[in-house]
């Protein structure tokens, strides 16, 4: 059985900072690529970052140059630095991972963590 923790979601002025962090635990053999989606009130999921097992990065445009995603393979964890928060960034946030868990390689999400951006 796999679990993603998801944790760091909170309420945040215009122009401050969060870290989100998710960590995977359990039937974790191995870890592909981990993402961070969003989905805000009465919109569809988006994805916001990627990160491959190599590092290599993705961004959303609505993002780049204000998120960092970044991971950290020996606590099978992935993070997501958020500069320069907007009202627009207020969504609950899920990370998800491609891992195997011993039978096979599967995508497993994340629980969410609500991030409200307000002044």
């Known amino acids: 059985q796999v679990h993603l923790e998801e944790s760091g979601g909170d309420l945040a002025q215009p122009g401050g900072s969060l870290r989100l962090s998710c960590a995977a635990s359990g039937s974790v053999f191995s870890i592909n690529n981990m993402g961070w989606y969003r989905q805000a009130l009465g919109k569809e999921r988006e994805l916001v970052a990627l990160?491959?097992?190599?590092?290599?990065?993705d961004y959303a445009n609505s993002v780049k140059g204000r998120f960092t995603i970044s991971r950290d393979n020996a606590r099978n964890t992935v993070y997501l630095q958020m500069n320069s928060l907007k009202p627009e960034d207020t969504a609950v946030y899920y990370c998800?991972?491609?891992?195997?868990?011993?039978?096979?390689?599967?995508?497993?999400w994340g629980q969410g963590t609500q991030v409200t951006v307000s002044s």
């Open positions: 998800k991972s491609n891992l195997h868990n011993g039978a096979g390689w599967y995508d497993f």
């Open positions: 990160i491959t097992s190599g590092g290599l990065t």
